[in-house]
């Protein structure tokens, strides 16, 4: 089976996020790792607390807190690095 990476670059998200995540914890096929750039702001922490949560609950979910929000298109970048 092949595995293959999901990208989500995260920003200041709310409830599509976990929307997002949960459907992809409801698919069958289990061969997949999901990478997730976080570039939120400190105000947005528990953006960052969430997906903590989430990868400290299965090995498949890979996240990192960015330095610096590097718009859409940077922090999809960071997400390739992952």
């Not at 929307?19 to 698919?27: E, G, H, N, R």
């Not at 997730?36 to 990868?55: P, Q």
Request: one cysteine or more; glycine letters at 4%.
């Amino acid at each position: 089976m092949p595995q293959f990476s999901i990208i989500i670059p995260v920003y200041r998200v709310e409830e599509y996020l976990e929307k997002c995540v949960d459907s992809i914890l409801a698919q069958t096929y289990k061969n997949w790792e999901l990478c997730l750039a976080d570039g939120s702001d400190d105000a947005h922490a528990y953006v960052g607390e969430y997906c903590k949560r989430l990868a400290a609950e299965d090995s498949r979910i890979v996240y990192q807190k960015l330095a610096k929000n590097e718009g859409i298109s940077g922090n999809t970048n960071e997400c390739y690095k992952l």
